[in-house]
């Protein structure tokens, strides 16, 4: 591992350092790209209006454009305010209710098959509602499978004036629950396929996946539920799904919006031999960018800036996750954690308090510009150590995984930027999903590793029936 480390950190640091000086040059075909907005291009944007106003409940609609796209920016600006007076509160947190799950699906780090640990909805309520007073509006809702929360629907009508992204395998999600989410009115589902029906039983570990899975998406779609479709691409599915024809298939269903997601090997099965190579993830990175001003369908990413230049959203601050247990960890795939939302003290407290939490910001802002668990585990391993942090999985092999690890490319790719064709994707991303700031000045990796830790009282913890 450290042979395969040092050789990639050498590579890896020629790269930042002509990304440096391209950055210093503003080369206009790597950094401005090139806007236009054609009588097709125009087109496209009215059809993608008309499908919103047609194809699904108006109640919705407005409760999306209300709820998430105002109350999502306003929380945004917050967060903004909130770094230049130096506190810090993620506008957007990752909450997995729930450990268990009805699938097995390859390179899961998820402890699925463990007891079944959830979130009670005290907990939840305190928790968002903390989130709400510092102006949060927009929450993800991940497992397991959520669907599997005896009490989600309660979660969703508790919160009408919020939104929630709901990360689902849509196999649970029968007419009769598609109505529910329907008449909440506040989430959208968001459904995992992960290929044909042979490729669906592989990688999801059982039988009749794509099948049910499709049902599932077809009971949302029937309901007139804004809803989405998302892929963890990789080596067995990124050829028949990253192609127009799927694409193509999704709009004819009426799905409003997808997501790719690169594959990420990690966890007690991580197949590596399934993660896409650097000249696939650039493909990947073109065909978003060449869909946004060609289909009808909004496409969302979480790697990349509008000059198509990579981030990772927890280095950002963007967002953080919360785990079944209540473990504050700042991203789904780092399973350390030095707090938890059961600590007595607020959530606004934990976060503007945690040394392990900012020095993991820190830390991978000055590493790297794409992901830390994979190009730099060693890194990510001394940090850990550092501050003692705690292995929150049930199966407490978080480190050993970790330390097996061989470093590879993420996202970032400074040599390949590949920016935004389109205006409104620009627009959004200059004002709400953008670096703020955090790579302009890093602090740098020895400086955040070889610091004091600032240690508190350990927090007490409150008993929750």
Wanted: glycine content about 6%.
């Amino acid at each position: 591992m450290l042979v395969g480390i040092a050789s990639y950190h050498r590579c890896r640091h020629a790269e930042h350092d002509l990304r440096g000086r391209l950055d210093r040059s503003r080369r206009p075909d790597i950094i401005s790209g090139h806007l236009t907005l054609t009588p097709a291009i125009l087109a496209m944007y009215l059809q993608l209006a008309k499908r919103g106003l047609l194809e699904t409940d108006k109640r919705l609609l407005w409760k999306l454009i209300w709820n998430m796209g105002f109350g999502g920016a306003r929380a945004i600006w917050r967060f903004k305010k909130r770094l230049k007076r130096g506190e810090f509160f993620p506008p957007y947190l990752y909450i997995s209710i729930i450990n268990s799950c009805n699938l097995r699906c390859q390179g899961c780090w998820v402890d699925v098959a463990a007891k079944q640990e959830k979130i009670d909805m005290d907990a939840l309520n305190r928790m968002i509602g903390e989130a709400k007073e510092e102006g949060n509006r927009f929450f993800g809702i991940l497992g397991g499978e959520p669907m599997m929360y005896p009490e989600l629907m309660d979660l969703f009508a508790a919160h009408r004036d919020c939104y929630f992204q709901l990360f689902t395998n849509g196999q649970l999600i029968t007419d009769a629950k598609a109505r529910q989410l329907r008449r909440v009115g506040n989430v959208t589902p968001l459904v995992s396929v992960e290929g044909d029906e042979i490729v669906s039983d592989t990688r999801r570990g059982d039988k009749n996946v794509y099948s049910r899975t499709m049902k599932g998406l077809q009971n949302c779609l029937d309901n007139k539920l804004l809803t989405g479709v998302c892929t963890s691409l990789c080596q067995s599915n990124i050829d028949a799904l990253l192609t127009n024809r799927w694409v193509n298939q999704l709009i004819k269903m009426r799905v409003l919006y997808m997501w790719y997601h690169i594959y990420r090997p990690v966890g007690p099965d991580a197949c590596p031999e399934l993660a896409l190579t650097p000249e696939q993830q650039l493909r990947v990175r073109q065909f978003v960018v060449d869909t946004r001003v060609t289909k009808p369908i909004v496409v969302v990413d979480a790697y990349y800036d509008g000059n198509g230049t990579a981030l990772c959203p927890a280095a950002t601050g963007f967002t953080h996750h919360i785990s079944p247990w209540g473990d504050v960890e700042p991203c789904p795939i780092v399973q350390f954690s030095k707090e938890s939302i059961h600590d007595k003290r607020s959530l606004k407290e934990t976060f503007n308090s945690s040394g392990f939490l900012r020095d993991f910001r820190e830390l991978a802002a000055s590493a790297t510009r794409g992901c830390i668990v994979l190009e730099r585990p060693d890194l990510l391993k001394r940090l850990v150590e550092k501050h003692g942090a705690r292995d929150t999985t049930v199966r407490q092999t978080a480190m050993a995984e970790l330390e097996a690890m061989q470093p590879r490319q993420s996202q970032d790719n400074p040599l390949h930027a590949i920016p935004e064709k389109s205006w409104v994707y620009r627009f959004v991303k200059k004002h709400f999903f953008n670096d703020f700031g955090v790579y302009d000045n890093p602090v740098g990796i020895e400086a955040v590793l070889e610091r004091d830790n600032v240690r508190g009282e350990e927090p007490e913890l409150v008993q929750i029936k």
